[in-house]
């Protein structure tokens, strides 16, 4: 078994066809394919073999998927790393994992360089559109060097096939161990669970560093569609993308809440034909109920919404296109998963009881690297134990109340944020919103509303606080609602409560 097999049989099973746009150039599955095999072998020439750690770290781009293919191919491991972080974090990465080589752009080299600098482990940068030196290989010289045959390394299906380091919103961050059978259930899981009845236009603007982004990949592979393909974006802009669904035809797009506020919210939505779209998953974040209805009703579209963590592959719950929505719910569990709830004391629960959510199935982690006692922690009795809090109903739709580190709780009461960002959210002025906790010497917590406008319109915290005190119970509105341009996010745009908790004194 190996990952790498997925994009064989895809190639075996279609023949020669584009499975890709990418910067108005169409590529197909063979150019990937042979581009793949040639760096493959080069990276053997080069030493790297079996269970050699190798980091990719590019914005998304044709070769972002050649890399892993070729390290996932030799019975390597791949190591995304996101191109936004800083050197010290690229650093800390790159030496916990023991990477022996990365493979980057001539825009990120110059990072790369800086962090790997002194690291023993670090024998190769392979660089994109860059050029042999001291340190660095040119990536282009590498494929026409060596030949565009390779044949797959079988592996164990337990055998780690990537490590992916999660976003470290507590201490350092930690390095999940992925098998080839998590990263070939979760496609098939994903693929599956979309009921793709026709060829997708998809547009790709999730960053492949990140396990939303690999899960996409990976199961595209599983195609039946010659017409498919991925209109595939460097990065995230919407302007670009709103041009890009519109001369593509795209009508399948998954991304994050935030990217739909994006566009919804854009002053030039408009301009834009946006008639293509059919289907669209929201996952990463809390998907608030408003921001789905607004997006619905413009674009005439379907919105789904899904659930899942790096440890699960990012597999958790899913709303398939034949399913009914139910409002609050993300969906159900994935096939060949199990979702379930647990108190404090690791006992189930029943429908409608709230406690931590757990997951169990061959999608779910090997552990983390180098920890065993968070390892044993996290997957305790067999059980994914995510840190995420919710409820099943009695159909088995799952719903995310939210992170057991951002419960406030506030006069020994728990309150949900999420709810309180609900309500904020149905104000007409508000883009975006994110509830926090802070200190308070009465209360324990008192509650602080971050709030982004729409453009061009105009509230006061004031107006906000009233909008609150007609829609909450008292104990449940904000004390204060502090308006920013912009909320901060992470580099897939989920919105980063531990940056506001920064800017709260």
């Given at each position: ?20 746009v990418f910067e108005g150039r169409e590529i197909t599955n063979k ?10 072998n080069a990276l053997k020439r080069l030493g790297i073999g079996v ?115 999660t976003s470290g919103t507590t201490g350092k961050p930690k390095g ?330």
């Amino acid at each position: 078994m190996n990952v790498a097999m997925l994009g064989e049989e895809h190639y075996r099973r279609l023949g020669e066809t584009v499975s890709m746009v990418f910067e108005g150039r169409e590529i197909t599955n063979k150019e990937v394919r042979e581009n793949s095999n040639r760096l493959g072998n080069a990276l053997k020439r080069l030493g790297i073999g079996v269970e050699d750690v190798v980091a990719v770290t590019m914005s998304n781009c044709p070769q972002v998927f050649e890399a892993f293919g070729a390290v996932f191919k030799i019975g390597g491991v791949a190591l995304p790393i996101l191109f936004v972080l800083t050197a010290e974090e690229f650093r800390y990465i790159l030496d916990d994992a023991g990477a022996v080589a990365v493979i980057t752009d001539n825009i990120i080299a110059p990072k790369v360089l800086e962090a790997s600098a002194g690291l023993e482990s670090v024998r190769h940068i392979i660089v994109v559109g860059g050029e042999d030196s001291e340190r660095t290989l040119s990536y282009e010289r590498l494929l026409a060097e060596n030949a565009p045959d390779l044949d797959i390394l079988d592996r164990d299906p337990d055998d780690l096939a990537m490590l992916m380091y999660t976003s470290g919103t507590t201490g350092k961050p930690k390095g999940v161990m992925l098998t080839h059978r998590n990263l070939i259930t979760s496609a098939e899981s994903a693929y599956y669970a979309n009921e793709v009845e026709k060829p997708q236009v998809s547009l790709v603007c999730l960053p492949m560093a990140h396990i939303y982004g690999v899960g996409a990949m990976n199961a595209g592979n599983l195609s039946e569609h010659r017409e498919t393909r991925a209109i595939l974006m460097r990065w995230y802009e919407p302007e670009e993308c709103m041009r890009l669904i519109e001369k593509y035809r795209v009508n399948f797009f998954p991304a994050v809440p935030t990217m739909f506020s994006l566009i919804l919210n854009h002053p030039n939505v408009d301009k834009y034909d946006l008639s293509s779209l059919e289907d669209t998953i929201a996952g990463a974040a809390p998907l608030p109920l408003e921001l789905r209805k607004a997006f619905m009703e413009k674009f005439k579209c379907r919105m789904r919404q899904l659930y899942g963590l790096t440890e699960s592959t990012g597999m958790g719950a899913i709303l398939r296109p034949s399913q009914e929505w139910r409002d609050g719910a993300v969906g159900k569990a994935y096939d060949n998963m199990e979702l379930a709830i647990f108190d404090e004391e690791d006992r189930p629960l029943g429908p409608r009881e709230i406690g931590e959510i757990v997951i169990r199935g061959p999608q779910v982690m090997k552990g983390y690297h180098k920890l065993p006692e968070e390892t044993a922690e996290a997957l305790r009795n067999g059980w994914l134990h995510t840190g995420d809090v919710g409820f099943l109903d009695e159909d088995g739709y799952l719903y995310i109340t939210d992170r057991k580190k951002d419960i406030i709780i506030k006069g020994g009461e728990n309150i949900m944020p999420t709810q309180i960002e609900e309500v904020i959210y149905r104000h007409p002025a508000v883009a975006e919103a994110a509830v926090i906790g802070v200190p308070d010497p009465i209360y324990g917590e008192e509650i602080v509303a971050y709030v982004a406008l729409k453009f061009g319109a105009e509230a006061s915290p004031e107006e906000i606080l009233s909008f609150c005190r007609d829609n909450l119970p008292t104990f449940k509105q904000p004390k204060e609602v502090r308006i920013l341009e912009t909320l901060p996010k992470s580099s897939i745009g989920k919105i980063l409560k531990r940056e506001l908790r920064r800017l709260t004194p």
